[in-house]
């Protein structure tokens, strides 16, 4: 019997729907993150994010009981997701704080370019990773003095982020009972743990200050609720390749939001860093993965597969 209510809604949705709403929510929460900066220290902003993107997951997902399904393996590669969470978004916030959101984008991407030019080592591969190299060259050389200490934050984000995306592949591919979200979910609650020391003086002003408190949370659902979701929704219904390709559209919308909401007007230089970022991702080309390759599937959206 095919699925009805909001189920058959989300099935029947085009697959680009869910990235376009990824690529939005990914940055606009961070830029109204920026905005909180001036009210709580980006430590602060980060926990809150974390902590209530966990509050939501616990409700909706119930990730304890993902704890409870795992074995000794499982449990280990969720917590070190949890905690590569964690951390990934503490630098990243440290990073926005000092460096202009588009350039962090485009750093944000340069590993995962890095290792699919490597894993395919083709001549145009090889042209999208000289591409990557020169748009961040470009983007972190000509700052005036910039800000070193956020091009540090940036650069271990970007790091943190491939470390992330090597953790979910291995969810995928090794946790047989764990959907995509509800191994997120239970990371997140990882995340949450991991975060406290670190952020939970920065955060404390936000108990007695409402607006601010709200605006945490909304943080958290644009930024690590919507987003994540959307990308396990779009990867379920979408072959690996096409993903990649759309995800070099990611800088570009962060320079856009970056001027749409914080102001922050890129120079030419900054724009032709980030065009070349984006053409080392269109550039880039996937082998044809083996037929026998295993497929990943989402159960709680339906019998779609995607070719990972």
């Not at 102001?263 to 080309?285: I, K, M, N, Y």
């Amino acid at each position: 019997m095919p699925p009805t209510g909001p189920r058959a809604v989300l099935s029947a949705a085009p697959p680009w729907t869910y990235f376009i709403g990824s690529a939005v929510f990914h940055y606009l929460g961070p830029a109204f993150a920026v905005l909180l900066f001036a009210r709580l220290a980006p430590l602060g902003v980060a926990a809150l994010r974390i902590w209530s993107a966990a509050l939501v997951f616990a409700l909706w997902r119930r990730p304890w009981r993902t704890f409870a399904r795992l074995d000794a393996e499982g449990r280990r590669t969720i917590i070190a997701w949890g905690v590569v969470l964690a951390a990934m978004n503490v630098c990243f916030y440290l990073a926005i704080a000092r460096v202009p959101l588009g350039t962090v984008a485009a750093i944000e991407f340069l590993p995962v370019i890095v290792l699919a030019a490597l894993g395919a080592r083709t001549a145009r591969n090889l042209v999208a990773l000289v591409a990557a190299v020169g748009g961040v060259y470009v983007l972190t050389g000509i700052r005036p003095a910039g800000d070193p200490l956020g091009l540090v934050f940036a650069f271990a984000n970007a790091v943190l982020f491939a470390a992330y995306i090597v953790l979910a592949h291995r969810t995928a591919r090794r946790l047989r009972d764990v959907s995509g979200i509800d191994g997120l979910a239970a990371a997140m609650l990882v995340a949450c743990v991991f975060v406290t020391p670190t952020g939970i003086w920065q955060a404390a002003p936000a108990v007695i200050d409402p607006v601010t408190l709200a605006a945490g949370i909304g943080v958290g659902i644009c930024s690590s609720v919507i987003p994540y979701v959307c990308d396990q929704l779009a990867m379920a219904r979408m072959a690996r390749s096409t993903y990649a390709l759309l995800v070099a559209l990611l800088p570009a919308t962060a320079t856009v939001i970056g001027i749409v909401v914080l102001r922050q007007f890129p120079s030419l230089a900054e724009l032709a860093g980030v065009g070349l970022v984006v053409l080392s991702v269109a550039l880039h080309r996937e082998l044809r993965t083996p037929p026998t390759e295993e497929k990943v599937t989402l159960p709680q959206e339906g019998k779609t597969e995607c070719d990972m």
